[in-house]
């Protein structure tokens, strides 16, 4: 009797325990914040491309596009320390047609916009630049010049290489085309035809990584029904590898994202998508560890009795964030889930907007220790852009420990030194500018990029998961401007 009694004692307390670390966890998501307030609609644009960028150590920039002058224009709004407060909306648009489906890429001090635009008659799509983390801006530049429709762009960036895709019906129907700047938007190369067949193709999304390995995924309906492909190029895109096939079935496979995942191994790489195949829309990801040379099985994310659509990926130095529209509870939500080990597996679903109304087109973000979810919402009677944060969502990664300028640029030996699989590495910045840490391993290739961004003066740690590496000594340096400083450490496992 004494032990029956004590047993039930254990599964209230364990049950007790279980409720709290539930509530901490769901917790840790601010409140929902709303970020637009006008009498116009005000859209995300989906996901196959980005709303949400960071630069330096506390910058957010946003994009969106609204109707509160009657048209759709395209609007940015930015934070300076990290989504605390936000500036003015400014708008970046203003002509007479409408403005859609912006995508937003940072490096260093320069913020990239691409969007498409009906001023010319027929859709076509323009870029916009700033070169001070977005205090002011360039005149629009138009990148297709065409009688046909031009839509749905997709930005990324490697330091100054620029590389954009969009699909284009010039041909007589859908395909994907791409463009490129070598010279930070200064000049643009011609345009490349991606696909070539009797089909759709649409609804690409690109990235690329620290060295030249560019990606791209779309939806292609070559086959009878939407499938998923996918293509890459080892310099920048300058030539490309022949593209594959992703998936194999009689139902539709529609609305690729794909993103790499920066310290799971070299090249590590995550595709996710909306598909139909087991009855209603699921989430379903494929992944590769090497860089695309192969892809393993497919895996399915959500199981709900509603249907999951568009689903979007952004990846920090620890874990995987997707979030995804999903009507499982009779009403359009926004919810994520994250994965700590490069998709290999996940948390549990949580559903992040509040309240019982639509919400709509979620993008997310990461900053520093902070992840960001971004989305359209009805609640207010027309849609609004809604957003929350997440203090705690990245546990590791770059974290300023010290604001004082110090005297001079140092690189710290790293700790624990061997390590396994995580290790920290101090930094120190006298004053503002571009700075990069990457890892090389034992024949000095690089294989990550932790730290390329423009920070400000004082003292910092990035942390390195090499989870995905094997023992051995690697090499990691820092450099800004004239300074370069390098040094060993060993990985024991």
Known sequence: MKLTKFSNLICIILFIVSVFASTTGFAQWSADIRHTNNAGFSFTSGNNAKNIEFSGTSNVHTVWYDARFGDTEIMYKRS?????????????????????????AAFGSNIHVVWQD?????????????????????????????????????????????????????????EIYFKRSLDNGITWEPIVRMTNNSGSSTSPSITTDSGENTHIVWQDNRDGNDEIYYINSTNSGLTWAAESRFTTNSAASRKPCIQRFYTSGVGSLNVVWEDDRDGNYEIYLKRSTNNGSTWEAIQRITNSTGNSFAPALSVSPTHIHLVWEDNRTGTYGIYYNVSSNSGVSWASDLKLNTGTAVARYPLAGFSVNKVYALWSDLRDSDYEIYYKQNPTGNPTGITNINSQAPDRFSLSQNYPNPFNPVTNIEFSVPHSGLVNIAVYDALGREIETLVNDELNPGTYNAAWDASGYNSGVYFYRLTSGSFTETKKMILVK
């Open 80 to 104: 300076t320390d990290n989504g605390t407060t936000w500036e003015a909306v400014v708008r970046l648009t203003n002509n007479a047609g409408a403005s859609e489906m912006p995508s937003i």
């Open 118 to 174: 009906q001023r010319d008659g027929n859709f076509e799509i323009y870029y916009k630049l700033s070169t001070n983390h977005g205090a002011t801006w360039s005149g629009d530049e138009r990148l297709t010049t065409n009688g046909a429709t031009s839509v749905n762009p997709s930005i990324s960036l490697r330091l100054n290489v620029i590389q954009v895709v969009w699909q284009d019906d010039r041909d007589g129907n859908n």
